[in-house]
């Protein structure tokens, strides 16, 4: 199955910040990708989807000026938190999914983002 | 929209036990469904996959089934062990490659 690789594994941050977690699809031309984020004891929640080479579609309720997303090649999907804050503070992971008779959806590691 | 939803939200059982983990979804045009681990603070481990044309997979004690037309799959765990403790997430492929999560079944067995 396709690996997916995610990057930071956590990290720490001040408040007004901005933060890029990169995610990579290692053995998989990847034309979608998506990013969740999950608060503590909660479930994994859609943000958006990332689309090579146009523009990201944000799930309701998602701030796309906040939640930056850049899919520039076939291998790599960015999220970058702009101007974070104590409540952007969560687990964030990517993901990408097979086509045709291989839709199995693999995710990465996840980044637990710390905002203080 | 598709939305997944899990009974129960927790269950604490003593080792040794059989259990069924329960998940339903309400559209029915989906491309498979998937049955995740989580351990606290942790990602996700993928245990079993099951395509839409498929009616169950079994890997080891354990044992999911799908019933696409009625919207609804359970996992089965047999002869629980304390090691399984975690939390059990249902998700479901469908239109635009999504995936969709249910909220999970956390799950505690005793020694």
């Known amino acids: 199955g396709a690996v997916v690789s995610q990057h930071p594994s956590w990290v720490i941050c001040k408040s007004g910040t901005s933060v890029k977690i990169e995610c990579r699809s290692l053995d998989f031309q990847a034309t979608t990708m998506f990013w969740y984020r999950q608060f503590p004891k909660q479930s994994l929640m859609l943000m958006a989807t990332s689309n090579e080479g146009s523009k990201a579609t944000y799930e309701q309720g998602v701030e796309k000026d906040k939640f930056l997303i850049n899919h520039a090649s076939l291998t790599l999907s960015t999220l970058t938190v702009t101007s974070a804050h104590p409540e952007d503070s969560s687990f964030y992971i990517c993901s990408t999914t097979g086509r045709g008779k291989d839709t199995e959806a693999f995710f990465g590691q996840g980044t637990r983002l710390t905002v203080v | 929209k598709q939305e997944v939803t899990q009974i129960p939200a927790a269950l604490s059982v003593p080792e040794g036990e059989n259990l069924v983990l329960n998940c339903s979804f309400t559209?029915?045009?989906?491309?498979?469904l998937q049955w995740f681990r989580q351990d606290p603070g942790k990602g996700l481990t993928s245990l079993l996959l099951i395509q839409s044309s498929q009616r169950e997979q079994t890997s080891g004690r354990l044992n999911a089934s799908l019933d696409k037309s009625s919207g609804r799959s359970t996992l089965y765990i047999a002869a629980s062990q304390p090691g399984d403790s975690a939390t059990y997430l249902c998700a479901v492929t469908g239109g635009g490659f999504k995936t969709i999560f249910g909220a999970g079944t956390r799950l505690f067995v005793k020694a």
């Open positions: 559209d029915s045009a989906i491309y498979n």
